[in-house]
C-alpha cells in the first residue's frame, strides 16, 4: 500500500483534460514537503513533469499544472493528446519513514 | 546534455550479491545527489538509496526495504555511481534506475534531494533460482 494515494485510473477524451489527485498525510505533504509528478510513457523511464508542486521544467508543454493544498496536490492535463497516455506518479518525502514516496501510479487513458 | 546509463542487471540466484553503474555525463557529478530506483514488473515505482553530493556530506541514506543489504557509492573523478545489493531476494527482481537528485537543501539536521531530474533508461535485475 502506497504512502501517497493516486486513483488508480482516469480517462478523457483528446482535448478534455483530468486531474489527478494525491493525497498524503501530516509527515508527508502535509509536513510541508514538495510534491514533484513523473510522467512515465510504455518502456521508458520516468521524466519528471512538474517539481517543487508547481513548477514544469524546461519542455514540458504549459497543458500540465500542479498545485499542493495541506496534505494533498494535484496534477491537472487540459487539452488531453494521445501523447499523453501514459502512467503519472507523485512523489514527496515521508519523515516519519525517511523515505522518498511514490503514489502507485495513475494510468492516463485518451479515449 | 545530461546522460544516464545503468549497466550490470542481469539473472541472479537467490542470496547472491549484485552490483549495478550508472554512468553519467553532462553535469558536474560531485555537486548532485544521485539516487537509485526500482520498479517490480507490472508495479510503482520504489525508491530504493541515495548519496548526498559532496557538498552536502556525501553520505547515504536507504529504504526500510534494503537497509542493511544496500551500499552505495560513487567514483567522482568518472562519474560513476554504483549500487550494491546482497543477499539477493526473489522480491528485488525489478527495473533498476539511476536518477540525479534536482535540488539539494537541508533542514533540521537532515539534507534532502528536492525531485529527481535525470533518470537512466533502467536495467533488468531478476533473483531467481
Known amino acids: 500500500q502506497s504512502v501517497l494515494a493516486q486513483p488508480p485510473s482516469m480517462s478523457g477524451a483528446p482535448g478534455q483534460g483530468v486531474t489527478i489527485s494525491c493525497t498524503g498525510s501530516f509527515s508527508n505533504i502535509g509536513a510541508g514537503y514538495d510534491v514533484h509528478w513523473y510522467q512515465q510513457l510504455p518502456g521508458t523511464a520516468p521524466k ?5 508542486n508547481k513548477y514544469r521544467p524546461s519542455g514540458v508543454p504549459d497543458r500540465f499544472s500542479g498545485s499542493k493544498s495541506g496534505t494533498s496536490a494535484s496534477l491537472a492535463i487540459s487539452g488531453l493528446q494521445a501523447e499523453d497516455e501514459a502512467d503519472y506518479y507523485c512523489q514527496s518525502y515521508d519523515s516519519s519513514l525517511g523515505d522518498y514516496v511514490f503514489g502507485a501510479g495513475t494510468k492516463v487513458t485518451v479515449l | 546534455e545530461v546522460k544516464l546509463v545503468e549497466f550490470g542487471g542481469g539473472l541472479v540466484e537467490p542470496g547472491r550479491s549484485l552490483r549495478l553503474s550508472c554512468t553519467t555525463s553532462g553535469f558536474r557529478f560531485s555537486d548532485y ?9 507490472g508495479k510503482g515505482l520504489e525508491w530504493v538509496g541515495f548519496i548526498r553530493g559532496k557538498p552536502f556530506g556525501g553520505t547515504t541514506d536507504y529504504a526500510a526495504s534494503v537497509r542493511g543489504r544496500c551500499s552505495i557509492s560513487i567514483d567522482d573523478y568518472k562519474g560513476i555511481a554504483y549500487l550494491q545489493l546482497n543477499s539477493l531476494k526473489t522480491e528485488d527482481t525489478a527495473v533498476y534506475f539511476c536518477s540525479r537528485g534536482r535540488r539539494q537543501y537541508c533542514s533540521g539536521g537532515n539534507c534532502y534531494s528536492n525531485g529527481f531530474d535525470f533518470w537512466g533508461q533502467g536495467t533488468m535485475v531478476t533473483v531467481s533460482s
Open chain 1, 48 to 52: 519528471l513533469l512538474i517539481y517543487e
Open chain 2, 33 to 41: 545527489a544521485m539516487s537509485w530506483f526500482r520498479q517490480a514488473p
